[in-house]
């Protein structure tokens, strides 16, 4: 009877060992299927869509120094209120005007015969970034914008708002250049290609940024003349493309 019961056990052992091989097996096959051959070709491509620029991007900032930094906070805030709302005016909605800086900090002047360091003013600047999308207002907008007292206004950039949606010809002959070439490159060297097993994309876009001395553009600077018109240019949208093939 212990016989018998040694049997089963031993039977049951090795039932257990079989089946655990056979799933490592099975586990290794699936992992080793999953890996990407040793024989693989990788190659590179690209290809460029010109487009013109829908969207036109301006920071301007009112600074204002001053001994009382209620006072100046007031002044500064009246003027900025006063430019935006300036701004709205022109069609700029407000889901495109963003305030991306509002800084209030005192100026120290050092005394050399005490030899201390007092607060002699303070300086407050608010910046605020507005995106045009109608590029016949850039000009307008700028020339206001000085006439009404904002003492800095950065350069004008252009951009285009969605590139993905100008890149699918581009993607398109990126794939077909890299397919073209891995195919040279495979009957140069005797070998034919496999499947693909990977690849990647990655963009960039080169454009003008153009930047401008607002202050000329200002009626009062130029004694009334018409305020110049902005050119935007073309940008460059450019799509790479990286493709592995197997080696067969």
């Not at 299927?33 to 290809?47: D, F, H, N, Y």
Request: aromatic share 6%; glycine share 6%; proline share 4%.
């Amino acid at each position: 009877m212990l016989n018998n019961l040694y049997q089963s056990i031993k039977t049951v052992l090795i039932l257990t060992v079989i089946i655990g091989i056979v799933g490592m097996v099975c586990v290794a096959i699936k992992w080793g299927g999953s890996l990407v051959p040793a024989r693989t070709i990788t190659v590179s491509a690209s290809a460029q869509t010109t487009v013109s620029p829908d969207l036109a991007t301006i920071s301007f900032s009112e600074v204002t120094i001053g001994a009382d930094p209620v006072k100046i906070e007031a002044d500064n805030a009246t003027l900025m209120n006063g430019a935006i709302s300036f701004v709205k005016k022109q069609g700029i909605v407000s889901n495109d005007i963003a305030t991306t800086d509002y800084n209030l900090s005192p100026n120290y002047s050092y005394n050399e015969k005490t030899g201390r360091t007092a607060i002699v003013s303070y300086t407050i600047t608010e910046t605020e970034t507005i995106k045009i999308r109608d590029f016949t207002k850039i000009a307008p907008i700028l020339s206001g914008l000085t006439d009404l007292g904002v003492n800095q206004v950065s350069q004008v950039s252009f951009s285009v708002e969605d590139p993905d949606s100008h890149l699918a010809d581009a993607r398109k002959q990126a794939f077909t250049k890299a397919e073209l070439k891995a195919k040279q490159m495979a009957a140069a060297n005797g070998i034919k290609l496999g499947k693909v097993m990977g690849f990647s994309e990655s963009t960039n876009n080169v454009g003008p940024l153009p930047i401008y001395n607002v202050m000329a553009m200002s009626s009062k600077a130029i004694g009334g003349a018409v305020a110049p018109t902005i050119e935007s240019g073309t940008q460059q949208l450019t799509d790479q493309v990286s493709v592995t093939y197997e080696i067969q």
